[in-house]
T-cell receptor
């Protein structure tokens, strides 16, 4: 149980376009989901906390207008990278937890390449 | 600011060798602790977690970790590694009551030679 699905797994887009990444909790409801970014050979950095039915909470230094987060249902959060630039190329990962003290399940990640 | 430090960035072992990966965190309050593994080309998987109780935690695939509060440490151990343990290992901490916000260490690349 506690499966998180992320789509797409890879995406290549042109500079200036927007890309949407989906994160779904398949067998549980998640009022909160988390978006991370992982640079090559580096650790994961939390970008934002996605809250169902309310605004996302962004970490310091993360541009909320560039990384739009929508958590419209208890099983789906989306991250839209707007006006993408090559420096936005990275590995984006979402996570969620089905309940307290369970731990956090991660999606398989999305490799974004902006050309 | 809270931080997590993994001392070993790249570890190379032969099969059957024992493994210990260090993890220290900086936070004076109550924490939840995790070790995640990322096999090549795969997503993060939870190895083990500590929330409370017995500080010696056993996880999947023969891994265990010990929480030593006085040392702010949560080292990962395995008595005998296998080639299939080759992966990236991440230690992570969440602050009790601040569920979900995981702070990750830099990661340790483990290479096990057959």
């Amino acid at each position: 149980g506690a499966v998180v699905s992320q789509h797409p797994s890879r995406v290549i887009c042109k500079s200036g376009t927007s890309v949407k990444i989906e994160c779904r909790s398949l067998d549980f409801q998640a009022t909160t989901m988390f978006w991370y970014r992982q640079f090559p050979k580096q650790s994961l950095m939390l970008m934002a906390t996605s809250n169902e039915g309310s605004k996302a909470t962004y970490e310091q230094g993360v541009e909320k207008d560039k990384f739009l987060i929508n958590h419209a249902s208890l099983t789906l959060s989306t991250l839209t990278v707007t006006s993408a630039h090559p420096e936005d190329s990275s590995f984006y990962i979402c996570s969620a937890s089905p309940r307290a003290n369970y731990g956090y399940t991660f999606g398989s990640g999305t490799r974004l390449t902006v050309v | 600011a809270q931080s997590v430090s993994q001392h070993n960035h790249h570890v190379i072992l032969s099969e059957a060798a024992s493994l210990e990966l260090g993890c220290n965190y900086s936070y004076g309050g109550t924490v939840n602790l995790f070790w995640y593994v990322q096999y090549p080309g795969q997503h993060l998987q939870l190895l083990l977690k500590y929330f409370s109780g017995d500080p010696l935690v056993k996880g999947i695939k023969g891994f265990e970790a010990e929480f030593i509060k006085s040392k702010f440490s949560f080292n990962l151990r395995k008595p005998s590694v296998q080639w299939s343990d080759t992966a990236e290992y991440f230690c992570a901490v969440s602050l009790s009551g601040n569920t979900g916000k995981l702070i990750f260490g830099q990661g340790t690349t483990l290479q096990v030679k057959p």
